[in-house]
């Protein structure tokens, strides 16, 4: 059974940073895309980042361009999400998911991380 587990998450302050990780576990992936996804109380789950397992190919969401990187390291079947500058807007579910396009075409998700940045 294939299954994604994020840890990391936590409380920070504004300005502060995290580091999130995803690790797959049930296959190997060498294919398709890993991506980070948020949902904030009260509003809809919405893309983060993501980036490709074969190329290394990033992509991110504008409000993620400046100060989140995402990485991965094939050997260990993880992704990392480093979360710097955080910002109280920032605070919401974070979760993982396994997809076969950049943003779309998601097959399994984690059970996601809460990260609280307070002001």
């Known amino acids: 059974q294939v299954q994604l587990v994020e840890s990391g998450g936590g409380l920070v302050q504004a300005g502060g940073s995290l580091r999130l990780s995803c690790a797959a576990s049930g296959r190997t992936f060498s294919s398709g895309y890993m991506g980070w996804y948020r949902q904030a109380p009260g509003k809809e789950r919405e893309f983060v980042a993501s980036?490709?397992?074969?190329?290394?190919?990033?992509y991110y969401a504008d409000s993620a361009k400046a100060r989140f990187t995402i990485s991965r390291d094939n050997a260990k079947n993880t992704v990392y999400l480093q979360m710097n500058s955080l910002k109280p807007e920032d605070t919401a579910v974070y979760y993982c998911?396994?997809?076969?396009?950049?943003?779309?075409?998601?097959?399994?998700w984690g059970q996601g991380t809460q990260v609280t940045v307070s002001s």
């Open positions: 998911a396994a997809s076969i396009g950049p943003k779309s075409g998601i097959s399994i």
């Open positions: 980036i490709a397992w074969a190329t290394g190919y990033k």
